[in-house]
């Protein structure tokens, strides 16, 4: 047997959908409007569609060389069930959910094939706790992209997430959108903490770009983004801007990033052209709360580790762990460098932007791992730790930026935040540096 689903609402009357009634409560929460059973071997669409509140869902797949949902305005969770290994392709779908005191199901649910996610929104959803979220993929899994989607006004308890990967057969995690459509990830009012995720997985190949996550409150085990990886990985944030994310005195992890990576295997993390900024840790219950924390364990195994800040603005950030921004505890060596970034106004309890921890010897990470950075935090900017033995370093003053104050001073005045210009007039020579375009 095989089915060939084709459903379309084509529009006679300009602008409508056909609507559908998903199954009442009496007929029970597992139903679903359209089954794909798993004799299937058809490319089905879907599309044009206005589902109302309902107790079952729309799409339930076992089989289906691909399905394509596209422009439908879909309410309520446990809308899609994916368990096949076809292409799952949504575009310009809308999935709200009953807002933050009604739990949910997820409105995606993966065990199986490809996933991608187009110029889609994710609204007023509640999330209970593991295998919970917006988008769950699970089971054997293999890819899933999400492009310039929005994900707003949504609750995720403890353990869930907008965007859940819970299996490393998913071995690729793609969030991406353009210079002129970000993908969105924004938060709740304060009166809501969250104490689930933005992101969370375990991926071994990460790539988020020109992704905005913002104005947020976690607490507990909460924060924008949680990476829990024992492969080999490769994660690279690039054109990604963190904004007023902050966590209450409950939190226990950094509230923009989150990372445990395999030392064994090796990782490398690399962020490009990124902003952080008025991000808060207020948790006290780890010292290494900021707001990127960057951990692995102790090998002896020879495997490649990097970690890399490109031209970044990590700025007005602060922490009561160790420092204020970045704290990177790697207990083996690993290759570190900030290379054309720019440190303003953090604030840590020992040091105001970064900390570190690791094996590499003193030739191996020092001041020429930074010196091509810049910082106008108060001193001291940088601590590295070797085996109880700190070394303290600290950065130039960021040319991009000029001090101006009648302050009565000794000394030569340079425009840095110590030694400001006495005029305005004086710094309009100084105001030459140029950022490379997005």
């Keep these: 047997m095989f089915l060939n689903i084709h459903q379309q609402g084509q529009n006679t009357t300009s602008g409508k959908r056909i609507k559908i009634s998903g199954p009442q409560e009496t007929d029970g929460k597992a139903q679903f409007i359209i089954i794909v059973d798993s004799t299937s071997t058809s490319d089905i669409t879907i599309q044009n569609i206005e589902m109302g509140e309902q107790h079952g869902g729309l799409i339930r797949a076992d089989g289906g060389k691909s399905i394509l949902l596209q422009d439908s305005l879909l309410t309520g969770g446990g809308t899609i069930i994916h368990n096949t290994d076809g292409q799952l392709d949504i575009q310009s779908d809308e999935f709200i959910g009953y807002g933050i005191n009604v739990p949910i199901d997820p409105f995606i649910f993966a065990t199986k094939g490809t996933i991608s996610i ?15 979220g917006c988008i769950v993929c699970c089971g054997i899994v293999t890819q899933c992209t999400i492009d310039r989607c929005e994900f707003t006004e949504n609750k995720f308890n403890s353990g869930s997430a907008a965007v859940s990967v819970t299996t490393p057969t998913c071995t690729q995690l793609i969030i991406k959108g353009t210079s002129s459509q970000r993908s969105k990830f924004s938060g709740l009012d304060s009166k809501n903490p969250i104490s689930g995720h933005f992101i969370k997985t375990v991926s071994s190949k990460i790539s988020i770009s020109y992704t905005d996550f913002t104005d947020s409150i976690f607490t507990g085990s909460g924060n924008a983004i949680i990476i829990n990886e024992q492969q080999a990985s490769e994660i690279n944030l690039i054109w990604c801007d963190f904004t ?33 900024s008025d991000c808060r840790y ?21 495997s ?18 160790y420092c204020g921004a970045v704290l990177i505890d790697s207990l083996t060596k690993c290759t570190i460098n900030f290379i054309d970034s720019f440190f303003n106004e953090n604030s840590g309890t020992e040091v105001n932007d970064i900390w570190i921890r690791s094996t590499n010897s003193q030739s191996e990470l020092n001041i020429s791992n930074f ?7 108060q001193q001291p900017h940088i601590i590295t730790m070797n085996d109880q033995q700190e070394s303290i370093y600290n950065l130039t003053h960021f040319p991009g930026v000029i001090f101006v104050s009648n302050k009565t001073m000794i000394g030569t005045r340079d425009g840095s935040r110590d030694n400001p210009y006495l005029l305005i007039f004086d710094s309009f020579p100084k105001l030459n540096y140029t950022s490379k375009p997005v």
């Design 118 to 132: 187009y110029n889609s929104l994710f609204k007023k959803g509640s999330f209970k706790g593991n295998l919970d």
């Design 371 to 377: 010196n091509t950075s810049f910082s106008d935090s």
């Design 304 to 321: 490649v580790r990097q970690v890399k800040f490109s031209e970044c603005i990590i700025t007005n950030n602060r922490g009561n762990g």
């Design 282 to 302: 207020s948790g006290l219950s780890q010292v290494s709360g900021n707001a990127i924390t960057i951990q692995s364990q102790s090998s002896d195994r020879s």
């Design 244 to 276: 007023k994310l902050s966590t209450n005195s409950g939190g226990q992890l950094s509230s923009c990033i989150h990372a445990y990576l395999s030392s064994e295997n090796g990782f490398q993390f690399n962020a490009e052209y990124c902003i952080f």
